[in-house]
């Protein structure tokens, strides 16, 4: 275990720093939107720290934990615009405190550059807020020793993919590896093909998804696309979909990744106005399309309770190896609860169509 005097201070030594903050670590920090309306700030923090709730936030004020524009404010302070929020608190936050677990690994490939893991849904990819422990990278720790560090500090990851997303990831065991692959996903020369099933009829058989995304400017907990006079706000992202299968009420699509950011994919797909099936971020958990029955609904329902997750799957992934300059590519099967799923949804598609 990492003793706690060997992570720096996340703070800056600097004189405007006051001596509430002394020796304290920072855990998140926020500037609020020009737009923002009075809100309390302990109201205001439950959307952007995820899995929050209002008790904790207050006893971090009651503590004197919470900084605004540099000074301790208690939980009915009304936050306001370009208000510069702190959450400061006495330990390092607790993704930093690697702990090896030993969790088995689903290897679909490994040599002495880098590894292919299948990811299980469920299965956090690195530790952060609300999930220190079980992470994918507790995992690696355990199972092998001095992997390379990206520009975040995480061992081994060269990218990501969502909590209760299935599917590849490649991993790196050298720096120099690190590099190559991080390269090669920065000049979008890495393959990323995702099968998801979405609400509604997409009409179009394929298409291209263009949109800046970032932070939801009311709910961080949510990213969103910026269009019309905030074009300009978040990054640029760009998704190709195409339809496989027409299923009713809701389609199943692959989706190509030229980009990489934080929910591309459900942020795109909503979008155009096609949620992921029970994605529950993005209101996908609703019944979004469909007909007032109640068999309709119950239905559904089983649906969400065999695939309780957001329908999305990272089924393909390809690159070149750094060291053998050779392409390679790899497929994971959709798993077990998305198949039962899709299945579902295209025996009731049959029945209505008799």
Not at 11 to 24: A, C, H, M, R, V
Not at 40 to 59: G, H, S
Not at 150 to 169: A, Q
Not at 174 to 184: F, G, N, Y
Request: a neutral charge.
């Amino acid at each position: 275990m990492v003793n706690v005097l060997q992570i720096k201070r996340m703070i800056p030594e600097n004189e405007s720093q006051s001596e509430e903050e002394n020796d304290l670590y920072e855990h998140h920090s926020f500037t609020a939107e020009k737009g923002q309306q009075p809100l309390r700030i302990d109201k205001y923090l439950m959307n952007f720290i995820e899995n929050a709730t209002r008790t904790k936030i207050q006893a971090a004020a009651k503590d004197g934990s919470i900084f605004v524009n540099g000074v301790p404010v208690k939980s009915n302070y009304k936050v306001k615009p370009f208000d510069h929020i702190r959450v400061l608190l006495a330990h390092p936050p607790y993704e930093f405190l690697l702990v090896p677990e030993d969790i088995p690994i689903d290897i679909v490939y490994e040599d002495d550059e880098l590894l292919v893991v299948n990811k299980p849904s469920g299965m956090v990819v690195h530790p952060g807020h609300g999930n220190y422990s079980g992470t994918l990278i507790n995992a690696l720790t355990f199972h092998f020793e001095n992997l390379p560090k990206n520009s975040n500090e995480r061992p081994g990851l060269v990218h990501r993919i969502d909590k209760d997303t299935s599917g590849l990831l490649v991993v790196a065991k050298t720096e120099a590896t690190m590099t190559h692959l991080s390269k090669q996903f920065f000049n979008k020369t890495s393959d990323r093909e995702y099968v998801a099933l979405v609400w509604g009829n997409v009409e179009e058989d394929e298409g291209t998804i263009e949109g800046n995304i970032g932070r939801h400017p009311k709910n961080r907990l949510q990213n969103t696309v910026f269009e019309d006079e905030d074009a300009d706000k978040g990054k640029p992202a760009v998704t190709h979909f195409k339809v496989l299968e027409r299923l009713g009420y809701v389609t199943l699509v692959t989706c190509k990744l030229e980009t990489g950011r934080t929910h591309q994919i459900r942020v795109h797909m909503k979008y155009i106005g096609h949620t992921l099936f029970n994605d529950e971020r993005y209101g996908g958990e609703k019944i979004l399309k469909g007909t007032t029955f109640t068999k309709y609904k119950q239905f559904v329902e089983n649906c969400f309770k065999i695939l309780p997750r957001q329908a999305l799957h990272a089924k393909t992934l390809g690159f070149v190896h750094p060291k053998t300059g050779k392409k390679m590519s790899f497929t994971s099967e959709i798993p077990e609860d998305m198949q039962q799923c899709i299945e579902k949804w295209r025996g009731y598609s049959k029945h209505q169509n008799q």
